[in-house]
């Protein structure tokens, strides 16, 4: 039950408040003057203030100074018959949430306080989801400091109490298995099972089993009974990544789960009752699949409840400066050594258009610190990523150059300049190359480093 303090000097208007804000469900306080408003504001826990703006000895705005001053935090609500758009402005510029103008009516005022709730449970939500997305040991880091990315939080902040079916969009490697485990991880089913499977990278064969499950003899070599994923995931949710890429046969058969929350093993007569929150995912453009005949519409509506787009890298530079701190701070952990990038590597990796996103700045920090063997990465440790990438090209181009002496010339330079950072201790180097110190013996024998 949230309390509420309401201050104004008229003894009518508080005891009508009070008799409408107790039967709306708020334990209500009220005081007539400011000052000792401001004392049990300060001292009580209060989670909504509704305080008139004219008052005698401390006036609203002077409350609502020295309250925000004082360090409270409980939402405030300005009353007042006087001043109208003036005196609203000059309220939100101290601090207030909302102004409601008197006289009102008593619906205005409960509206009020809910959506001033509201507000304040989105914005608990989008905060933990955001700290949940930057440290969550299960995925990969989603910065939000983008107005975009922000966007997607809250969607998600609002969405995830909610059983609805949930169509994530982006391209590769913005992060949408991390959207779907953040709207998992905040939802009623949270302490339920959190399955995904890559339609993409299943032979259409075995897709179905996958899914729905089989029975024994139902196929050679199937020789039990199976539970799909759906029974898996029976209480919790099931991430459907590559969404565009389901068979066109297999898609009637999920339109038949999202419609029924039932399924049917291959193999199997009878149907199953399921109870899973279905999100999918895809980077491919569904409309346009639709209009081709390669997806079925009502399968794309059924889907598309609520859409939430994850922009491209390139399309929200704000976020790259904090994700490859980010990445920067994780490697220091895991090699045991702090990963710095100085002003000019934020600026040269700002300016690059990474076309694999957030995965592609990761792999480029992380390639960049293990050759390179600086704490302090500058522009031009970024180069040997680029050189990487026109080796590669050169042996789709002509073959010179076999896949193995790539990677042993990978290897032999990323051992010399670990073990330098490490000033010859191999048991450090080892660490920060993230393999055994017996693999590493073998490798600096193998290539000659001793």
Not at 160 to 168: C, F, R, S
Not at 223 to 229: I, R, W
Not at 256 to 265: A, D, H, M, T
Not at 308 to 319: M, S, T
Request: contains cysteine.
């Amino acid at each position: 039950m949230s309390r509420v303090l309401i201050v104004d000097d008229e003894p009518g208007l508080r005891q009508s408040l009070g008799l409408l804000l107790g039967d709306a469900g708020y334990e209500v306080a009220s005081e007539s003057d400011g000052r000792r408003a401001l004392e049990r504001a300060t001292t009580e826990p209060f989670d909504l203030v509704l305080c008139d703006v004219r008052m005698p000895q401390l006036s609203g705005l002077e409350f609502l100074r020295a309250y925000r001053d004082r360090g409270g935090t409980a939402l405030v609500i300005m009353m007042s018959a006087y001043g109208g758009e003036d005196a609203a402005l000059a309220a939100m510029k101290e601090g207030a949430y909302d102004y409601v103008p008197k006289p009102f009516r008593p619906d205005e005022v409960v509206l009020a306080l809910r959506k001033a709730e509201e507000r304040e449970r989105l914005r608990r939500t989008v905060a933990g989801l955001r700290a949940q997305l930057e440290s969550g040991p299960d995925s990969r880091a989603m910065v939000a400091s983008s107005p975009a990315m922000q966007a997607a939080l809250d969607i998600v902040a609002r969405v995830a109490e909610h059983p609805t079916t949930v169509l994530i969009t982006g391209e590769s490697g913005t992060g949408k298995e991390v959207i779907a485990r953040a709207i998992h991880r905040a939802s009623p089913r949270a302490g339920a099972a959190f399955i995904g499977i890559n339609c993409a990278a299943i032979p259409e064969s075995l897709l179905e089993s996958e899914l729905f499950g089989h029975t024994r003899g139902a196929f050679t070599g199937a020789s039990a009974d199976k539970a799909g994923l759906f029974e898996q995931a029976d209480g919790g949710t099931l991430l459907l990544d590559e969404i565009g890429e389901l068979p066109f046969g297999l898609q009637a058969k999920l339109l038949r789960v999202l419609q029924e929350s039932e399924i049917r093993r291959v193999g199997d007569h009878r149907t199953r009752r399921v109870n899973v929150r279905v999100l999918a995912a895809t980077a491919r453009d569904l409309q346009a699949d639709v209009r081709d005949g390669r997806f079925r519409e009502d399968l794309f509506y059924r889907l598309h409840v609520v859409a939430i787009h994850l922009p491209p890298l390139r399309g929200r530079r704000e976020d790259v400066a904090p994700l490859a701190r980010l990445f920067t701070a994780r490697l220091g952990s895991r090699f045991g050594a702090p990963v710095e990038l100085s002003d000019a590597a934020l600026a040269w990796l700002e300016s690059q258009p990474w076309p694999g996103n957030v995965r592609e700045l990761e792999n480029a920090i992380e390639r960049a610190a293990i050759l390179s063997g600086k704490r302090r990465l500058e522009p031009g440790d970024f180069e040997v990523t680029r050189r990487a990438s026109i080796v590669g090209e050169g042996m789709k181009r002509d073959g010179a150059e076999s896949l193995r002496s790539v990677v042993e010339d990978a290897e032999r330079q990323a051992i010399r300049a670990a073990l330098e950072a490490a000033a010859g201790n191999r048991r450090s180097a080892a660490r920060r190359l993230g393999v055994s110190l017996r693999t590493l013996f073998y490798k600096i024998q193998r290539y000659g480093l001793e």
